[in-house]
């Protein structure tokens, strides 16, 4: 097995709460009022440092995507998913994009991301 390479970023940046490893900066969010699981999530147009899984269809509060969760490339925890395909036509801005969910991501300076949550597993839009 080869030598793993991580992306290192700089400025406000997130990263696995596990390892560490930086998956995004700060400057990539799109949206800070999406709910998973875990409580709160968030929104990227881009992160580093992690690899899909297979593809599913989930039915989410704004319909059904086909998604891939993602891993972290060093510790290999979930830290969220892709969407890869909006079946609605409201969502289609989804495409491409990336949720991160707050309680696996801590801030580059250590500090706790969570800030509450409600539990809810949905993708909701709601604040």
């Excluded at 990263?15 to 409580?39: E, M, P, V």
């Excluded at 709160?40 to 580093?48: H, I």
Aim: aromatic fraction near 8%; charged fraction near 20%; charge should be neutral.
């Amino acid at each position: 097995m080869g030598k793993l390479y991580l992306v290192q970023l700089s400025g406000r940046i997130y990263c696995c709460r596990s390892c560490h490893s930086h998956l995004a900066n700060i400057d990539q969010i799109l949206a800070k009022t999406f709910h998973c699981r875990h409580g709160k999530a968030y929104l990227f147009n881009t992160v580093v440092n992690v690899s899909a899984g297979l593809l599913e269809d989930r039915m989410m509060t704004t319909g059904l995507h086909t998604v891939a969760d993602i891993h972290c490339n060093y510790c290999y925890a979930n830290v969220g998913w892709k969407y890869e395909v909006a079946h609605e036509k409201s969502q289609k801005y989804k495409e491409g994009k990336f949720i991160l969910e707050r309680a696996k991501l801590i801030d580059a300076d250590g500090s706790d991301m969570i800030m509450g949550g409600n539990g809810t597993a949905s993708d909701g839009d709601e604040p």
